[in-house]
C-alpha cells in the first residue's frame, strides 16, 4: 500500500488554459468510491508505438492522459504559460533562467534543478531526437536552489514554447535507472501511470500530492482501440466515458450531446517521397499535385468536419491566412504515363484509408497506377521514414509539438528534420526556415514562417488535403472534457462524472 503523501500548498501563479474542463468515469464504484471521485474509463485511438517513450509520438498519449507535464505548457492563445516553471526570463541570446515551482515527483521525491537539468539532459541525448528538439542543442543545469539555465548552441527564441512539448517531459532520477526511460510512477501530473498492459490497456491512480491540486476523478482505465467504429460503439454502449478521435462516418450515430466538434491545428496530407521511387522527379509531383481536388476531401470524405486544405497551417492558426505567401518556382508536370506508385496509411484515423481511395481515384484519372497500403500506425511509421513507400498520407497537428510554426517546419521538410516523412532535402527550403529560426519578434518570426511554409509547397514535396475538426465522444454524465485544438490535453484534475 502507498505510503501517505505530505500534501503542499503551493503558492505562484497558474494560468490554465481557457479551454480546460472536466471529465470522468464508472457507474459501479462502492459508496466509499464514490465518495472520493469515481474512476474514468478512456478509449484512445492509438496504441503505444514506443513502448511508452516519453520522447516520441507516445508521449502524447502521456499528456492526454495526465500523466506528464514540461516546464512550461500552452496557454489557450498558443503562447507559453507557467508548468513546473512558474517564471522565466532570457538572460541573452542563448540563456534562459527557469524558476521552478514547489512540487514532487509521483515516486515523492522533490521537483529539483538537478532533476529537472537531469531529465532534459536525457531528452537532448534520446535517439532517435524527439522533435521539439529537431535542429536543436540545449544544455540544462541547476542555478541555486530553485532555478535551471537552459543553454542553447544557437539561439532559440522559441525555447518557452519548444519546453511545454509532450515530448520534453520532467521525469525523476527513478525513470533514467534503466536503458529505455520508466514512466511508471516517475511523472509529475494529477494522474500516475500504475499498469501498462501491452498495447491494449493502462491503469492511472490519482497523484493526491499534485502541485495544481487533487483531480476529482480517482483515477483512469484507459483503452487503446485503434478502430474507430469500435471506439464509437464503446461509447454507445456505456463501455467507456470518453472516446476520442470518433469517426466522421460515425458522428451522426451519437447523440447531439455526446458529440463534441473541435477545431484543431491538424492537416491531413499527402506527402511525396521525395528521395526515392518515381516522386523524386519534381515533375511527376507536380502532376499528382494538379491531379488532387482538396475540396473533395472535405465534402466528401470528411462530411463537413474540415476545411479544403490551403498549406501546412490551416484556419485554426488564426494569423497564418493574413500572411501567406504564393509559391513560386514550381516544376511543370509531366505526363505520368502509367507511372506504378504505391501509397501509404494507416487506419487509427479511419478517415485515412477512405482518403487513399479517392487519391487512388484522382491520380488514376490522371494516369498513375495506384496501389495502396493500409497498416495501424505503430507498423507503417518507421518504413515511411525509410522511404519504402512512394507518398504517405496522414495527419498532423502542425504545432503539436512546439506551438512554434518555425519548429514544425524544421522538423518535418528539412533534410535534418527528425519527422521529414517526404524524405526532402532542399536548400531553398533549409534556407527559408532556417531565416525563420532566427527571428525572435514573434510578427516577424510568423511571416518567415509562411516564407518557408511557401517555399515547402513550391517543391510539391507535400499536398495539403484538409484541415481537420476532430469530434470527440463524451457520456452525458462527464464534465470536464479538456477540448484542446493542440491535442495535447484531454482529461485534467476537473474532469470528473
Not at 492537416?267 to 481536388?293: E, M, V
Not at 514535396?461 to 495535447?488: K, M, N
Request: aromatic fraction near 6%; hydrophobic fraction near 40%; proline fraction near 5%.
Amino acid at each position: 500500500m502507498r505510503s501517505p503523501r505530505r500534501r503542499r500548498v503551493v503558492v505562484g501563479l497558474l494560468l490554465a488554459p481557457v479551454l480546460t474542463g472536466c471529465f470522468a468515469s464508472d457507474g459501479d464504484s462502492s459508496a466509499d468510491d464514490s465518495a472520493d471521485g469515481s474512476r474514468l474509463r478512456v478509449a484512445l485511438a492509438f496504441p503505444p508505438a514506443e513502448n511508452l517513450s516519453p520522447y516520441g509520438d507516445d508521449a502524447t498519449l502521456l499528456s492526454r492522459l495526465g500523466v506528464t507535464e514540461g516546464l512550461t505548457k500552452l496557454d489557450a492563445n498558443g503562447a507559453a504559460a507557467p508548468a513546473l516553471a512558474e517564471s522565466w526570463i532570457r538572460e541573452n541570446d542563448r540563456n534562459w533562467l527557469f524558476t521552478l515551482r514547489e512540487a514532487a515527483f509521483q515516486d515523492g521525491t522533490e521537483v529539483t534543478p538537478a532533476a529537472v537539468a537531469r531529465a532534459l539532459t536525457h531528452a537532448g541525448q534520446a535517439e532517435p531526437v524527439t522533435a521539439a528538439l529537431s535542429g536543436v542543442t540545449l544544455t540544462a543545469k541547476k542555478s541555486g536552489a530553485h532555478q535551471v539555465r537552459v543553454t542553447t548552441k544557437d539561439p532559440d527564441p522559441a525555447l518557452p514554447l519548444r519546453l511545454s512539448s509532450p515530448g520534453l517531459a520532467i521525469l525523476s532520477a527513478k525513470a533514467y535507472d534503466d536503458k529505455r526511460p520508466n514512466l511508471v510512477g516517475t511523472a509529475t501530473g494529477p494522474f500516475e501511470l500504475t499498469e501498462v498492459t501491452g498495447t491494449t490497456a493502462a491503469t492511472l491512480d490519482r497523484f493526491d500530492d499534485y502541485w495544481g491540486g487533487r483531480a476529482q476523478a480517482s483515477g483512469i482505465d484507459a483503452k487503446f482501440i485503434s478502430d474507430g467504429t469500435a471506439r464509437t460503439n464503446a461509447l454507445r454502449t456505456d463501455q467507456v466515458d470518453i472516446a476520442e478521435a470518433i469517426p466522421v462516418s460515425q458522428a451522426a450515430s451519437l447523440a447531439k450531446g455526446t458529440r463534441h466538434e473541435t477545431a484543431t491545428t491538424r492537416t491531413t496530407s499527402l506527402l511525396l517521397n521525395t528521395k526515392n521511387g518515381a516522386f523524386k522527379d519534381a515533375r511527376l509531383r507536380a502532376a499528382a499535385r494538379d491531379a488532387i481536388d482538396p475540396a473533395v476531401f472535405a465534402k466528401d470524405v470528411y462530411e463537413g468536419y474540415a476545411d479544403t486544405g490551403v498549406g501546412v497551417f490551416g484556419p485554426a492558426v488564426t494569423w497564418a491566412a493574413g500572411k501567406r505567401v504564393e509559391p513560386t518556382g514550381r516544376a511543370k508536370a509531366a505526363d505520368p504515363d502509367g507511372t506504378s506508385v504505391t501509397i501509404a496509411t494507416y487506419d487509427n484515423r479511419p478517415e485515412l484509408p477512405e482518403v487513399a481511395q479517392v487519391l487512388q481515384q484522382q491520380l488514376r484519372k490522371a494516369g498513375f497506377e495506384v496501389k495502396l497500403e493500409v497498416r495501424e500506425y505503430s507498423r507503417l511509421e518507421s518504413d515511411v521514414l525509410a522511404g519504402k513507400f512512394d507518398a504517405h498520407v496522414g495527419a498532423r497537428n502542425s504545432l503539436l509539438d512546439t506551438g512554434d510554426p518555425v519548429s514544425v517546419l524544421a522538423s518535418d521538410f528539412t533534410c535534418d528534420g527528425s519527422y521529414n516523412l517526404a524524405l526532402l532535402c532542399d536548400k531553398k527550403v533549409d534556407r527559408a526556415v532556417a531565416a525563420a529560426e532566427q527571428e525572435s519578434d514573434t510578427a516577424e518570426r510568423q511571416q518567415a514562417s509562411m516564407t518557408a511554409e511557401a517555399a515547402i509547397l513550391a517543391t510539391d514535396a507535400t499536398v495539403p488535403l484538409v484541415h481537420q475538426q476532430i469530434i470527440t465522444g463524451v457520456a452525458t454524465s462527464v464534465r470536464g472534457v479538456i477540448y484542446d485544438p493542440y491535442e495535447r490535453t484531454l482529461v485534467g484534475t476537473g474532469t470528473m462524472r
